[in-house]
């Protein structure tokens, strides 16, 4: 059983036990609503293991606390109250339950994505492109995402454009400093970029055409600027 399961309780099935409930599943297939009340009074069909899936963020424990379901709960109860206690979660943003028979619910959840951490009164605090705060603590869960100054959601936008287009440079980001309305200064790990906050992903991508340029001449950039249409500044120590 890996982390993200748990067993709900324990025992031996009895083998008549077994032969039965692969006769009603069965015959679930082709039944009528009204037979799921019957099956929902078998022992066999309550609830022993729950699988979470895709919970990156958001730890596999608080989702099945939020479950709240007992050793008599059935796979063929109603789910749909545990999707909505799941989907109060601020990390989740979609949740979805489904049944493997012959007693184990599968939750699959959906997280807000973190795009930068900025310092706050207790510490980092995680936000995602729409300016969202996240509860996740980056002390515990590692979060590998740039430092922005403070929640600007015109630059948590960008770097959600960034992440999602250009994963690689994106995790190049250390820090991100708005500078000025027209101007934002990323931080990469060997130099520093200066841009517009408009500036398209694909354009910003050149970086690594021009660095790979630079580094033919044996030339280490302290700093490259693309607010210029068409042209890269680049400056040297």
Excluded at 51 to 56: H, I, L, Q, S
């Amino acid at each position: 059983m890996t982390d993200d399961e748990e067993e709900v309780s324990t025992g031996r099935r009895p083998r008549w036990g077994r032969r039965i409930a692969a006769a009603a599943i069965l015959v679930s297939i082709s039944s009528p609503l009204w037979a799921r009340p019957l099956l929902s009074r078998m022992e066999f069909f309550r609830v022993r293991r729950i699988e979470v899936r895709n919970a990156r963020f958001t730890p596999p424990a608080e989702i099945r606390k939020r479950l709240a379901i007992d050793t008599t709960f059935s796979i063929w109860n109603d789910v749909e109250p545990l999707k909505r206690r799941v989907a109060e979660h601020k990390q989740v943003s979609e949740v979805r339950i489904s049944r493997r028979f012959p007693s184990t619910l599968v939750v699959t959840v959906d997280e807000y994505q973190p795009v930068a951490l900025v310092p706050g009164r207790n510490g980092l605090q995680a936000f995602d492109a729409t300016g969202r705060a996240l509860p996740l603590d980056p002390s515990r869960t590692p979060v590998d995402v740039p430092v922005l100054q403070r929640a600007d959601t015109a630059v948590l936008r960008f770097l959600a454009q960034l992440q999602a287009m250009h994963r690689d440079l994106f995790a190049r980001v250390n820090e991100v400093r708005r500078v000025s309305r027209d101007e934002v200064l990323l931080d990469l790990v060997n130099f520093s970029v200066r841009v517009r906050p408009d500036i398209g992903i694909e354009r910003l991508a050149q970086i690594s055409s021009v660095e790979t340029e630079l580094a033919k001449r044996h030339a280490r950039p302290r700093e490259l600027d693309f607010r210029f249409r068409d042209q890269v500044i680049a400056r040297f120590p």
